[in-house]
């Protein structure tokens, strides 16, 4: 746990990835006084050479970063973590990967770049020298990060926290098949930021939605600040919806593409608009305004001052704003 005192400003930067066809990535980025004090990605993908995540840590000066979190090895969130692995992991980094999966027992013919970022992983972990970095198994509720901010005399705490996927779940998969789906692994993180909620889905269905209703509806607020939806917002994952309150609408959503199963589905986006105030996108919901190979949805959450600036590039948009 860190804890930090700060004098002028406090800062999280929330960067939201999307490619033309497929592929997600995030990265989060606290600032205290103009200084970066925790980085954390979220999956990555690379689409025509172009890796955005990278570009963007390149252009902010980043070297190091705190967290790594591979959300399931499903190729639209994996292409290129292997590249932050070697870029950017040292022992202070903490890998977080799915409960359950390791690359080599599992009956999955993997990506070759999936493939090599277990490698590097397991290689690591098995080395004899001292590891290069940590590795961390999530699963539901487990904690991950848990900083304090410290302004004058009011304190803002920073916690992470791991939703999914459920361990029992995970168990009786391994029971039971050998060749597991890979989104039931999918982990979903929580963050809260002084009284900043978000929530950062990944892939999870509704499978592991109704065990986080069923066994951790006490963690999960009624709205969020900011809302990664799961599975890029397809109808297998809108059971979310029942754990938000309507009546306290979620202030943004958010949503990558996949155009080969035509997600975002439209019908699915039009059930969140009772939800959420506002819903971006990092891709038109109709693919043929795509001008870009990319799209990125930058929010930017000044804490002290309470505010939220967002700021879209490429294909990114806004799909709906309600004016309450």
């Not at 390791?102 to 009956?107: F, I």
């Not at 397809?234 to 979310?240: G, T």
């Not at 019908?267 to 506002?278: C, E, F, H, Q, T």
Request: aromatic residues 10%; neutral net charge; proline residues 2%.
């Amino acid at each position: 746990m860190k804890n930090i005192f700060i004098t002028e400003s406090l800062t999280l930067d929330v960067y939201i990835i999307g490619y033309k066809k497929q592929g997600e990535s995030i990265i989060l980025i606290v600032k205290s006084d103009g200084l970066v004090s925790y980085t954390c990605i979220i999956d990555c993908y690379e689409y025509k050479k172009i890796n955005k995540t990278i570009q963007i840590l390149e252009n902010l000066g980043i070297s190091d970063i705190d967290t790594i979190c591979w959300t399931h090895p499903d190729i639209d969130h994996s292409i290129g973590i292997d590249n932050i692995l070697s870029k950017y992991a040292n022992e202070k980094t903490t890998i977080l990967i799915p409960e359950g999966l390791d690359g080599d027992r599992e009956s999955v013919n993997y990506h070759k770049r999936v493939r090599r970022t277990f490698e590097l992983i397991n290689d690591d972990i098995k080395s004899s020298k001292h590891s290069s970095f940590r590795v961390m198994s999530a699963s539901d509720c487990k904690p991950i990060v848990d900083d304090l901010y410290t302004f004058k005399e009011k304190s803002y705490s920073f916690y992470m926290i791991s939703m999914s996927p459920n361990s029992h779940l995970i168990r009786r998969r391994a029971l039971y098949t050998s060749e597991p789906k890979k989104n039931d692994y999918s982990i979903a993180l929580r963050v809260k930021f002084g009284d900043l909620e978000l929530f950062f889905g990944g892939d999870i269905e509704d499978v592991n939605i109704d065990l986080i209703k069923k066994y951790l509806s006490s963690y999960i607020p009624s709205s969020f600040h900011l809302l990664k939806i799961p599975h890029h917002t397809s109808s297998s994952s809108k059971n979310l919806l029942q754990l938000l309150d309507i009546s306290k609408k979620s202030d943004i959503s958010c949503s990558t593409v996949y155009r080969s199963s035509k997600l975002p589905d439209t019908n699915v986006i039009d059930l969140y608009k009772a939800y959420s105030k506002r819903f971006y996108c990092t891709g038109y919901v109709i693919d043929k305004y795509d001008n870009d190979d990319y799209g990125c949805i930058h929010i930017n959450y000044n804490i002290l001052q309470k505010k939220a600036e967002v700021k879209l590039d490429g294909n990114a948009n806004k799909v709906f704003e309600n004016h309450i």
